[in-house]
């Protein structure tokens, strides 16, 4: 009876150790956008990208336009006016302006629109185009948390966000 309780005790320590979660092998992949990467950006495009990117790391400010605070309509069309191409300053003006493209078809200096309130398919985001790899799509604008900064349809969040592309040049 002796030897029969700290063999008992074993087991049941043994067996109350085990781990209560189980755990799949899958890894959680992240969103891959198909993009035409051959295509090469205009300069005019990349010379306005240049210039957006200049205002990386401002403050947001709803109705700004200036290096003291910006939105994300004001970036675009600050970057665009500042190289004699005159776009409307509201993302619900931006978003019917240009052609539509397929994001598959995004080159640098194009338009990409998001919907970012819960529940909704209605645009109120919108950033421009910086950089096309196999697979992502970079992207600068004026997130009302960060400010001005470069983010990436591989972001989940922006991966579903995203409703539709806009080429303005």
């Known amino acids: 009876m002796k030897q029969i309780l700290p063999i008992l005790l074993i087991i049941f320590l043994a067996t109350s150790c085990k781990s209560k979660k189980s ?3 899958r890894k959680s992949s992240t969103p891959s956008v198909k993009v035409n990467t051959t295509a090469k950006p205009t ?10 990117k200049t205002f990386d790391g401002t403050r947001y400010k709803y109705g700004g336009t200036t290096k003291k605070g910006m939105d994300c309509s004001g970036l675009i069309y600050t ?3 500042k190289h004699n191409v005159n776009l409307p ?4 003006g931006l978003q019917g302006t240009g052609d539509w493209i397929d994001v598959k078809e995004v080159n640098v200096g194009d338009l990409v629109f998001f919907a970012t309130k819960k529940n909704s398919r209605k645009v109120n985001h919108v950033g421009i185009v ?5 697979g992502n799509v970079e992207f600068i604008h004026a997130s009302s948390s960060r400010g001005v900064m470069i983010s990436s349809l591989a972001e989940k969040y922006w991966y579903f966000s995203f409703v539709q592309a806009r080429r303005v040049l």
């Open 130 to 134: 910086t950089n096309v790899r196999t």
């Open 79 to 81: 970057s665009y006016k």
């Open 23 to 25: 755990y799949s092998s």
């Open 89 to 92: 300053r509201t993302t619900s």
């Open 43 to 52: 300069a005019e495009a990349e010379t306005i990208v240049k210039y957006a």
